[in-house]
């Protein structure tokens, strides 16, 4: 049995994490007067989240506690094997929630659709796409993203190129703070910090860069000792850092099965060490006596000389074996990855492995898949609450750069991943309804489209160049027949 330091005697995890806090703090409002006191308040909670986070993300990484694995017998055949199903985990939930980019759709009927779509240009100028990857890959290792908006400072060489930016920051050295003392808890203040590299100087040195909705400050120094060595005003008139917590608990999509985890981890470990041991078995000399010299030789391969009290028992050579029952064990390892399973709302993509006749809904019910879109719905809901802050201080810069007919309400964000799944069954849908009910609520109601409201304009357009092309149609024909009677009338 392993006896594991780092987790706890026979392996059992002692580093439990239970979601981030929420940094919340007692005060209303952020200016030069408190901004010190606010902050190293903040940076004790965030602290706390920083040591979390990096332990999982080490985690996600392979870094597990099964690696500082120890053994009390046998320790020459110590397995340290790390199945990452951390890594499984999240790069499923990355790409089910984000293997299509988000796109941003018209909402209603607005007059003129280009605004919107150079609005869409300049979201894929600025590689919006990868950005949210960035964002939501950290959401699900640690519960929690951040995203800055801000203008741009580069010149533009075109209307094509984005008046405006926008990154993924490491949840490591940024947060938000929030006033616990105000209904609603709204933010007042966030902060992204570095340290300064400077190896002479004792002790370490920080840069806080801090934004609060009137004024930008930036600290030097270590709290509670440090400065304020710049104070402007805050353009944006607003927190240019967004949250993006992936629930209320602000906990990752496999933090909650870590100690499970780590029990398959230490059983696909004991299980090599079995193979490992069963290989290397102890030779026994039964009533046998060797001579000492030879026994050394033989103890360097693995070697065990012991008698009998009674004399008159045969002498026997043999392995001492114990085999795991690989069958039984096997068995365990399925309930602890099918639990795990169950916790993070993952499909079992092994379950009912044989082929029967169940065709789409069936199969998503019946495999989990499922379960894996409500938790994906689920995070679409707190993703889209953060993504209307980012529209807009993104609608805020582009007004104060160049001004488009665009409003927060001609917007609607939506996700495109299951856009073309049961396609016939949508078309049939849309092609029953189309002349039964108004033709937008028909497209709507198909789910066929990602922005049903743009191609029902772009369906209006194609009708109305149909009519055109008809009536011209049935004009020349009109003319034609004139012609030929003119013709007739002249000839005779």
């Known amino acids: 049995m392993s006896n594991n330091p780092a987790n706890g005697k026979y392996g059992v995890s002692t580093h439990a994490t239970f979601g981030r806090r929420k940094i919340l703090v007692d005060y209303d409002y952020v200016d030069r007067s408190n901004i010190l006191e606010v902050l190293e308040a903040a940076v004790e909670i965030h602290e706390k989240n920083r040591y979390e986070i990096q332990y999982l993300w080490d985690y996600y990484k392979g870094k597990q506690p099964v690696l500082d694995r120890t053994k009390e017998y046998r320790e020459e055949v110590n397995w340290k094997v790390v199945e990452n199903r951390a890594f499984e985990i999240v790069s499923f939930k ?56 801000n203008s741009s400072k580069k010149v533009r060489r075109d209307k094509t190129e984005a008046p405006f930016y926008t990154y993924s920051l490491d949840p490591r050295d940024t947060f938000v703070v929030y006033s616990s003392s105000a209904f609603g808890e709204p933010a007042i203040m966030c902060v992204k910090y570095r340290k300064v590299n400077t190896p002479s100087v004792s002790p370490e040195t920080f840069v806080f860069s801090c934004y609060t909705p009137e004024r930008y400050f930036e600290i030097r120094g270590t709290l509670p000792l440090a400065e304020i060595v710049r104070d402007e005003f805050n353009a944006l008139h607003d927190l240019p850092i967004i949250e993006y917590p992936l629930n209320k608990a602000r906990i990752g999509c496999f933090e909650m099965c870590t100690s499970i985890l780590d029990a398959i981890n230490d059983v696909a470990s004991n299980r090599v060490d079995a193979i490992a041991q069963f290989v290397d078995a102890i030779m026994l000399f039964h009533n046998v006596d060797v001579d000492d010299d030879v026994l050394a030789k033989v103890k360097e391969l693995g070697a065990l000389a012991y008698y009998d009290r009674n004399e008159s028992m045969k002498g026997d050579i043999r392995y ?118 108004p033709p937008a609520t028909a497209y709507v109601a198909s789910g066929m489209f990602v922005d ?32 030929t009677r003119v013709s007739s009338y002249l000839r005779g």
Not at 141 to 146: D, E, H, L, P, T
Not at 330 to 352: A, E, F, K, W
Not at 400 to 424: C, G, Q, S, W
Not at 456 to 468: D, I, N, P
């Open 94 to 149: 990355d790409g089910y929630l984000m293997g299509e980019p988000i796109q941003y759709v018209s909402v209603g009927e607005i007059k003129d659709i280009e605004p919107l779509n150079t609005f869409n240009d300049w979201m894929r100028d600025c590689d919006k796409e990868s950005v949210d990857q960035d964002i939501v890959n950290w959401m699900h290792v640690c519960g929690v993203g951040y995203r800055i908006v």
């Open 320 to 437: 001492i074996t114990a085999e795991l029952n690989q069958e039984q064990t096997q068995t365990l390892v399925d309930h602890m990855y099918n639990t795990v399973l169950t916790i993070c709302g993952m499909p079992n993509r092994n379950m009912n492995a044989t082929s029967t006749s169940d065709t789409g809904s069936s199969v998503m019910l019946r495999n989990g898949w499922s379960d894996a879109e409500a938790r994906a719905k689920s995070t679409e809901v707190l993703f889209r609450k953060s993504e209307k802050q980012f529209l807009r201080l993104a609608l805020r810069i582009i007004g104060d750069v160049e001004p488009i007919d665009l409003k927060m309400a001609d917007i609607a964000i939506r996700f495109t991943r299951h856009n073309y799944e049961n396609i016939a069954t949508k078309a049939n849908v849309l092609s029953t309804l189309i002349d039964k009910i």
């Open 452 to 483: 049903p409201q743009a191609e029902y304009e772009e369906y209006k357009r194609w009708k109305e160049e149909q009519k055109k092309e008809e009536e011209d149609d049935t004009e020349g024909s009109g003319k034609t027949g004139e012609i």
